[in-house]
């Protein structure tokens, strides 16, 4: 988790530095996403985990003396196994109730986050106009905040022309309440130029310069505040969605897009229309793609083939014009459908996940022998990219339609259980599946017996 966390930051570093935020907004963040991370988390952590401790057992001999005293590999991992079950439906109800939630919040959250404007930094030689109707530029900055030569452009006026403020110094400061900054002027000048009476500018109005010692003007820093989205906006995504959710999001998709079917039949029905000029003339005899529009227009009588010629340009017309408005709305229907039918299988692919790799990391932990953090962490993050890769390219495939939703996302089960099958098949035999001595001493009596075949 504290991996995968750090990838989550490293992703949105750029929307969470210089913005302002304090400590806890951050630290919500990195709960919110914690949850979202224990789909990939949860499993890698019980092969991990699985792995290290029958790798333990096996490398101080504990897994000899429990198979002398008659107990069988399959009977020793009975314990775990009701721990690996409890687990399952513990993921299953996570999956279900808490993840739905988790994911809404994270989700608004870091919407909030970055749409939130950045914070307001001032930096020497730039024009800086982070705050609405303003903008300013200083020369040098001092360690302490101090500023020195300062310009204020003021754009608030109606009449269009700005107010200048140029002083020698100047410091930040907030007020108590947060909501102002208040900018503290030392010696300087204001400047404000006159409109004429249709708003433009004109060099004969009044022109007004004011000297000061020290002036404060406010700025508004309410556009600066994180403002919390209502997370029910977000509601209706499918990744915040239980089971029941999902289905009835399912049903009315599925509805909405026959609705768009009939309605697009409808409307491709209603540009054809079949006229008859003369008596008998209904039908057309079926003739070769090459000859199809002399022969067309050679069975239609002589006074109706301009207006047949004219319904026909219309009807493309009609077709055209509504075509381009059926087709997309048509196919993002259907990806969504598509995804809803994932996340709905995806919520027993977790529980799933953990009593697949339970029973790859254990037997596989029997059989190399080797505890700690070296080879076990190797063989279980080997074995885990197998298992995501598979179901990210499967799902992958599902999403853009050449998959079905259902194999997709239960393909790496499937295609993984016959390896857990052979694992715990091997670890009950003793098997030195991983052992390079015994390869050696395999080679090396192949190496002999030719040897001995080639002599005689």
């Given at each position: 988790m504290f991996i995968l966390l750090m990838f989550f930051l490293f992703k949105w570093i750029d929307d969470l530095i210089g913005k302002g935020f304090e400590w806890y907004t951050i630290l919500e963040l990195m709960a919110y996403?914690?949850?979202?991370?224990?789909?990939?988390?949860?499993?890698?952590?019980?092969?991990l985990s699985s792995i290290m401790t029958f790798g333990t057992l096996g490398e101080n001999y504990e897994l000899v003396a429990i198979k002398s005293a008659g107990i069988s590999l399959q009977r020793a991992m009975r314990p775990l196994f009701v721990v690996i079950i409890m687990l399952t439906i513990g993921s299953f109800l996570f999956s279900n109730y808490m993840l739905p939630k988790a994911n809404l919040k994270f989700n608004s959250l870091l919407y909030d986050i970055r749409n939130k404007k950045l914070a307001f930094l001032i930096?020497?030689?730039?024009?800086?106009?982070?705050?609405?109707?303003?903008?300013?530029?200083?020369?040098?900055?001092?360690?302490?905040?101090?500023?020195?030569?300062?310009?204020?452009?003021?754009?608030?006026?109606?009449?269009?022309?700005?107010?200048?403020?140029?002083?020698?110094e100047g410091k930040m400061e907030k007020t108590d309440d947060g909501e102002f900054l208040v900018l503290q002027l030392k010696n300087g000048v204001q400047y404000e130029e006159g409109s004429s009476n249709s708003?433009?500018?004109?060099?004969?109005?009044?022109?007004?310069?004011?000297?000061?010692?020290?002036?404060a003007p406010r700025f508004d820093l309410s556009s600066f505040k994180l403002n919390r989205t209502d997370e029910n906006a977000f509601g209706?995504?499918?990744?915040?969605?239980?089971?029941?959710?999902?289905?009835?999001?399912?049903?009315?998709?599925?509805?909405?897009?026959?609705?768009?079917?009939r309605n697009t039949m409808l409307n491709l029905k209603s540009n054809f229309r079949q006229y008859n000029a003369v008596a008998g003339y209904s039908k057309v005899k079926k003739i070769q793609p090459k000859k199809i529009h002399d022969v067309i227009l050679r069975d239609i009588p002589n006074g109706s083939r301009k207006t047949s010629l004219e319904n026909a340009a219309n009807t493309v017309a009609g077709i055209m014009q509504h075509l381009p408005n059926w087709v997309p709305r048509d196919k993002d229907v259907k990806g969504e459908i598509i995804f809803t039918r994932i996340e709905y299988q995806r919520k027993f692919t977790l529980a799933a996940s953990c009593i697949l790799l339970f029973f790859i990391g254990a037997p596989l932990?029997?059989?190399?022998?080797?505890?700690?953090?070296?080879?076990?962490?190797?063989?279980?993050?080997?074995?885990?990219?197998?298992?995501?890769?598979?179901?990210?390219?499967?799902?992958?495939?599902?999403?853009?339609?050449?998959?079905?939703?259902?194999?997709?996302?239960?393909?790496?089960?499937?295609v993984l259980s016959p390896l857990a099958v052979f694992l715990t098949y091997k670890a009950t035999v003793d098997s030195a599946l991983f052992d390079i001595n015994a390869y050696k001493l395999f080679f090396n009596k192949l190496f002999k017996k030719k040897e001995k075949a080639v002599g005689s």
């Open positions: 996403a914690s949850a979202a991370n224990v789909s990939m988390a949860l499993p890698l952590s019980v092969l930096k020497p030689g730039v024009f800086n106009n982070s705050i609405p109707e303003y903008s300013i530029r200083v020369d040098s900055k001092d360690n302490d905040g101090m500023l020195h030569g300062i310009m204020i452009y003021d754009r608030k006026n109606s009449n269009g022309i700005p107010k200048i403020i140029i002083a020698k708003g433009t500018y004109n060099p004969r109005q009044t022109f007004s310069r004011r000297r000061f010692k020290a002036t209706n995504s499918t990744p915040m969605l239980n089971l029941k959710g999902i289905e009835r999001k399912g049903d009315s998709l599925r509805r909405q897009l026959d609705t768009i079917q932990g029997a059989i190399i022998r080797k505890g700690g953090m070296g080879l076990p962490v190797v063989m279980a993050i080997s074995f885990f990219l197998v298992y995501h890769i598979i179901t990210t390219v499967a799902e992958k495939s599902a999403r853009e339609g050449n998959l079905n939703p259902i194999f997709a996302m239960w393909i790496a089960v499937i």
